[in-house]
């Protein structure tokens, strides 16, 4: 069994920054894309950035120029830095790590609040 072992969230003002952390229990050796997810309360789960082994990165279009998402395979661990930070960022953020390429995996780890609040 994986696990995905989440840190960093919390609350923030207006335009600032925090850093999330994920990482997994074991490496993945096949294609795969690790990411952030966020749920807002009553609405649904969304992506907000993915990362592939190679470095390709995908971003929702709500936090293109502030969030910043990067990976250390050695380590198993991705990142999310989230710059100029607003109130409609605040959600429950998920770690996500799936196989790509005709894998099957699909692990979540479990959610860490980011709350942006003045």
């Known amino acids: 069994q994986v696990q995905l072992v989440v840190s960093g969230g919390g609350l923030v003002q207006p335009g600032g920054s925090l850093r999330l952390s994920c990482t997994a229990s074991?490496?993945?050796?096949?294609?795969?894309?690790m990411g952030w997810y966020r749920q807002a309360p009553g609405k649904e789960r969304e992506l907000v950035a993915t990362i592939t082994r190679g470095g390709n990165t995908n971003y929702a279009d709500s936090v293109k120029g502030r969030f910043t998402i990067s990976r250390d395979s050695a380590k198993n661990t991705v990142y999310l830095q989230m710059n100029t930070l607003k109130p409609e960022d605040t959600a429950v953020y998920y770690c996500?790590?799936?196989?790509?390429?005709?894998?099957?995996?699909?692990?979540w780890g479990q959610g860490t609040q980011v709350t942006v609040s003045s």
């Open positions: 996500n790590v799936r196989a790509l390429a005709g894998g099957t995996y699909n692990y």
């Open positions: 074991r490496s993945f050796y096949s294609p795969n894309a």
